[in-house]
């Protein structure tokens, strides 16, 4: 399933307008990136309900709860790549998101509200596990032709979500998952990749 969300991203990157197109991609990694936090507060409150004799929602709240510093601010980073390259603050947290990015993150509540809260590793793994590689930055940088000081929240994570990716993927190994919470991890991974494959098209 990954390879739709690749090819989105080659279409993206190779675009001959990726100058014009490169902002409206901050702007839509922000509209993701701001809910994650709030994501996984959510996640650990629900997990925390659960978790008298659920040891997979006990497991999680301990998690989520360092993720979740691990996590904050973020998106206000990305606000600060934008203003570097002229986009104002105010204007950016004031526009609605796409429907496909509402829809991507709301999916994400429905499956921690009303499934199980550790879904929702299906939805930080996609977004932690395949950081950009410093190659790719490097292109964009150089077919944009925008500053470095566009490019720090893309170029901090290439570094940070290596590791945090690992820790992910090591933690869901030892998780006792039932098949049937494995299915829903499944499920939620699929559908979230298409999801964000849809919201990158949408950019062009």
Known sequence: MLGELWAAGERLV??????????????????????????????????RELSDGDPVAEALVEYLGEHIEEERDHDAWLLDD??????DRAATLARPPSPTVASAVGAQYYWVLHYHPV??????????????????????????????????????????????G??????????PLTGEQST?????????????????????
């Not at 675009?15 to 991609?25: Q, S, V």
């Not at 964009?140 to 590791?163: K, N, S, V």
Request: cysteine-free.
């Open 14 to 47: 190779t675009h001959p307008r990726i100058r014009e197109l490169y902002p409206e991609y901050l702007f839509t990694i922000h509209s993701v990136i701001r809910a994650s936090v709030p994501l996984m507060e959510t996640a650990r409150g629900r997990a």
């Open 166 to 175: 690992d820790e992910l993927f090591a933690f869901l190994d030892g998780l």
């Open 82 to 87: 934008l203003e570097a390259i002229g986009i």
């Open 184 to 204: 829903a991890i499944g499920l939620n991974a699929m559908s979230s990749v298409h999801l964000l494959a849809k919201a990158l098209d949408e950019i062009e």
């Open 119 to 164: 879904t929702l590793l299906a939805w930080i793994g996609l977004l932690e596990g395949y950081p950009p590689p410093p190659a790719l930055i490097d292109e964009l940088r150089a077919r944009t032709g925008y500053g470095t000081e566009a490019f720090r929240t893309l170029a901090a994570h290439a570094e940070l979500d290596i590791g945090h």
